[in-house]
């Protein structure tokens, strides 16, 4: 039915276009991007696909994450390239016809080896993506402003006082007047609170390791961020660990592990590597993808 180019599929995220829903599926074993209109659930249609080296599809060799954001009136896709060490710029505006924009590869200045986990934030006037880099242990700002010219900003990397060895999965969230990102360090088994205000100029301000048995922070490999009231929390999954760790990030300089769920008994919680939160009613749950 169309559905050619799934195979070892990593990466998801959802768009709308008009009264329409679709998905962008990333895939690992054939380097490619799928299309998926999704408006009836009960019926998915395969729209487009494009594959690594095609129609100027460049940076899709392993691709590993996908994020979606809007410029104007089009919508946009960023994805990372485990592979290709780089990210490549997708416009999705028409889902039956996609088209490549530009695209970005590591050099000795940027930090995309091993690009994995993608995030976009705004600034401003300005749309941002941080990517997380598991071979540069480190992260990657990128000013996506303009798609047809994406321009690198600045970046960190690993040291003695940081997490970032492994650098996974990342996630922006905004408190106050400043944005945030937290960065799942798959090697560091932790998490990585980074200030992005100044995209050009990145600043540390805390974060937590697995230090007991009690910590659910080993592996740590992806991460999203949540509400409940007034206070911002985070939900890591960790591979190692088995399971999740809750973190209150309300005070980003002074982050707080709560509780942690591992697994056993009834749970399928053994090797998590995705985690997506939603809400239902006044209740707020987490979905867990384990490996």
């Keep these: 039915n169309g559905f050619n180019e799934l195979g070892k ?6 768009f709308t276009i008009g009264s329409s829903t679709y998905a962008i599926v990333v895939s690992q074993q054939d380097d490619s991007v799928t299309i998926i209109d999704v408006s009836d659930p009960a019926n998915i249609v395969a729209v487009d696909t494009e594959t690594d080296g095609l129609n100027g599809f460049e ?6 994450g996908v994020d979606t954001f809007t410029i104007g009136s089009s919508t946009y896709a960023i994805v990372t390239a485990f592979r290709d060490d780089g990210v490549q710029i997708i416009d999705v505006s028409d889902p039956e ?5 530009d695209h970005l590869t590591d050099t000795e200045s940027l930090q ?9 934030f705004t600034i401003g006037a300005n749309t941002y993506a941080i990517i997380a880099s598991v071979d540069d242990n480190g992260v ?13 900003k600045g970046h960190l990397i690993d040291d003695a006082s940081l997490t970032l060895a492994g650098a996974r999965g990342v996630k922006t ?12 360090a798959v090697n560091d088994n ?8 100044d995209p050009d100029n990145l600043n540390s301000v805390d974060r937590l390791e697995d230090v007991d048995e009690f910590d659910a922070l080993s592996g740590a490999a992806d991460v999203e961020i949540f509400t409940v009231g007034a206070s911002t929390y985070a939900i890591v999954a960790s591979i190692n660990a088995d399971g999740v760790q809750i973190i209150d990030v309300s005070n980003p300089a002074n982050i707080v592990p709560l509780d942690t769920l591992t697994d056993g008994g009834l749970l399928v919680l053994q090797e998590p590597k ?5 809400t239902v009613d006044a209740s707020t749950y987490a979905i867990v993808a384990s490996f």
């Design 173 to 184: 969230f905004t408190i106050g007047s400043s944005t945030y990102a937290i960065v799942a």
């Design 274 to 278: 995705g985690v997506d939160t939603f």
């Design 97 to 101: 016809n996609i088209v490549a924009k």
């Design 112 to 120: 995309l080896d091993g690009a994995k986990g993608v995030d976009t």
């Design 9 to 14: 599929a990593t990466g998801v995220d959802t």
């Design 190 to 197: 932790g998490v990585q609170i980074i200030d992005v205000s």
């Design 140 to 152: 990657q700002i990128i000013d996506v402003s303009n798609p047809s010219n994406i321009v690198a």
């Design 59 to 64: 940076q899709l060799d392993r691709p590993f």
